[in-house]
């Protein structure tokens, strides 16, 4: 808990998941929209437009990048399933959340597109077999990934966004 940017840990790759860490991140990336509309929820436009450490990003900017971000790995997913290892585009997640409607836009646009892309996200998911979770894209400075993996991380990755919301309404009394 010293590193505010870190509250659930940093992401760590423990190779190939079993069916039941399979299991728990499916169920992860199913209640993250539901989780994030928990956290944000009852605030003011001015506790939205406060950063959740010095420096970092305000809440609604986060809610604004939690679709950003999950909207990109959901296409990797397709990619990943439809073509032959495919490169990538990467993204400059500061730049897109530094953009105008990213930091002004009501948080309940993103909320909405949240619950709507895991619905599809998870009708995928939920479809693959298992020679399908061993697919994978190339991220062109970090090299193949599975799409195990990717789960694994956007799993992480939504938790870990839920977390900084609710660290910060712990530590303001919100
Ligand atoms: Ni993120």
Redesign the pocket.
């Known amino acids: 808990m010293s590193d505010p940017r870190y509250p659930i840990g940093k992401f760590s790759n423990t190779g190939p998941l079993t069916a039941e860490q399979k299991q728990q991140c499916l169920t992860d990336i199913e209640q993250t929209p539901a989780r994030l509309r928990a956290a944000l929820g009852g605030l003011s436009d001015q506790q939205l437009n406060t950063p959740y450490r010095d420096g970092g990003w305000t809440l609604r900017q986060l809610a604004h ?1 939690v679709p950003d ?1 999950h909207m990109n790995s959901y296409i990797r997913c397709k990619l990943a399933l439809t073509e032959d290892a495919p490169t990538i585009k990467p993204y400059m ?1 500061d730049l897109w959340a530094e953009l105008p409607e990213a930091k002004h836009a009501p948080i309940e646009v993103s909320l909405a597109l949240l619950d709507s892309l895991h619905q599809r996200w998870m009708l995928m998911l939920r479809e693959l077999t298992d020679a399908e979770w061993k697919r994978t894209f190339r991220h062109p400075e970090l090299g193949p990934m599975s799409l195990e993996k990717n789960v694994a991380l956007y799993a992480w ?1 939504g938790r ?2 839920v977390a900084h919301v609710t660290s910060l309404r712990e530590k303001m009394g919100w």
């Open positions: 990048h971000s997640e990755h870990h966004h």
